[in-house]
C-alpha cells in the first residue's frame, strides 16, 4: 500500500539502514518506483514538493535522494541548491535527477551542480534499479570500513561485524573483550543499542534482525538474548525484559548526559587498540 509520507520496504541489514527519498510530485512514478525497489532493503520516503524534500531530508538519515527538476512549488535545481548550502551532510549524499527532461542543458546543469546520476522517464525499471543499488553499496562500503559506534561501554564495529566490552571490569590493561558474537546475536545487540530505552517487541525484532521472510517463533528472540546475556557477563543488564512485551536496551548513563558515550554517533575509535582474547591485533 501507498501512503504520502513514507513506504516502509524490507530491511535486511540491521547495522544500516538504506533510506531513500524520492522528491516527485507523480503518483504514477512513486508507484514505478516503490516497485522497482521492492525486496531491495530500503525505506522509501516520499515528498510531492521542495518543500516537504527539504524538511524529511532534516528529519531523516536520508543516503541517497532520487529528485524530479519539474516540482509543484519550485524546481529540483533550487532543491538541491538549498539542500546543499544548508546541510553539511549533503556531501555525502548521491542525488539521481529521475525526470522527463532530456535536454542536453539540463543534464549539463544537473552533473555541474553535483548530481550523481541522471535517468530521463520513461526508464527502464530493471536499469533504474541497478543504479539505485550500485549507488547504495558503494555508500555500503564507504560506512562499514572503518566505523565503529560506542554505547556506553560496548564498541561495535560494523566492518567487521564485532562487539566488545571495553568496561574496566572487563578489560585487562588496554585491551578490551571480544564477546565472540555469532551474526544474528550482533545484529539483534546491535539494533536494540541503536535505539537506547526504546523497547521492540519480539515481533519487531524478528522483522528487523532475522527478516519478514524467514519463518522463526517469538522464542526465538528469548533464546538468543539468553545467548547474548550469558556472553555479555556483567553487562547482561543493559538488555532488560520488558514483560508482556518485548526488550530493551538500557544503557548505563544517560542519552542526554553525553553525545560521545551513549547512541549511535559514528566515533574516531581507533579499534586496532581493542585487542583480540587471543592478544592477536585485529585487522582494521
Not at 533510506?19 to 525497489?37: T, W, Y
Not at 521492492?38 to 516520499?46: H, K, N, P, Q
Not at 536520508?62 to 553539511?88: A, H, R, V
Not at 539505485?132 to 562500503?141: C, D, F, G, Q, T
Request: charged share 25%; glycine share 6%; hydrophobic share 40%.
Amino acid at each position: 500500500m501507498i501512503r504520502g509520507k513514507r513506504q516502509r520496504m524490507i530491511t535486511t541489514d540491521p547495522s544500516m539502514d538504506n533510506k531513500v527519498l524520492l522528491v516527485d510530485d507523480s503518483a504514477d512514478v512513486l508507484l514505478i518506483v516503490s516497485r522497482a525497489l521492492s525486496g531491495a532493503g530500503v525505506e522509501l520516503i516520499t515528498a510531492s514538493s521542495a518543500a516537504e524534500g527539504m524538511r524529511l531530508f532534516r528529519e531523516n538519515e536520508i543516503n541517497l535522494i532520487l529528485l524530479d527538476i519539474g516540482l509543484p512549488d519550485y524546481d529540483g535545481f533550487n532543491l538541491l541548491l538549498e539542500l546543499q548550502e544548508n546541510s553539511q551532510k549533503m556531501q555525502a549524499v548521491p542525488v539521481i535527477f529521475l525526470t522527463g527532461k532530456s535536454g542536453t542543458n539540463d543534464k549539463v546543469t544537473a552533473f555541474s551542480m553535483g548530481a550523481d546520476d541522471y535517468i530521463v522517464k520513461p526508464f527502464d525499471v530493471i536499469e533504474f534499479r541497478a543504479r539505485v543499488m550500485s549507488k547504495l553499496e558503494k555508500i555500503r562500503k564507504r560506512h562499514l570500513r572503518n566505523k565503529t559506534f560506542l554505547v556506553g561501554d560496548l564498541v561495535f564495529d560494523l566492518s567487521t561485524q564485532r562487539a566488545y566490552d571495553v568496561s574496566k571490569t572487563a578489560a585487562t590493561g588496554t585491551s578490551g573483550r571480544d564477546m565472540r558474537l555469532t551474526v544474528t546475536e550482533f545484529r539483534l545487540l546491535h539494533y536494540l543499542a541503536r535505539q537506547p530505552s526504546h523497547v521492540f517487541s519480539r515481533a519487531q525484532l524478528l522483522d528487523a534482525v532475522w527478516g519478514h521472510d524467514v519463518h522463526v517463533f517469538d522464542r526465538t528472540v528469548d533464546a538468543h538474548v539468553c545467548a547474548l546475556r550469558r556472553k555479555l557477563l556483567k553487562q547482561a543488564r543493559l538488555v532488560e525484559s520488558i514483560p508482556g512485551i518485548g526488550y530493551s536496551f538500557k544503557p548505563k548513563v544517560n542519552v542526554n548526559e553525553t553525545d560521545t558515550t551513549v547512541g549511535s554517533a559514528t566515533l574516531n575509535l581507533d579499534i586496532k587498540k581493542i585487542q583480540h582474547p587471543l592478544n592477536q591485533p585485529l585487522k582494521p
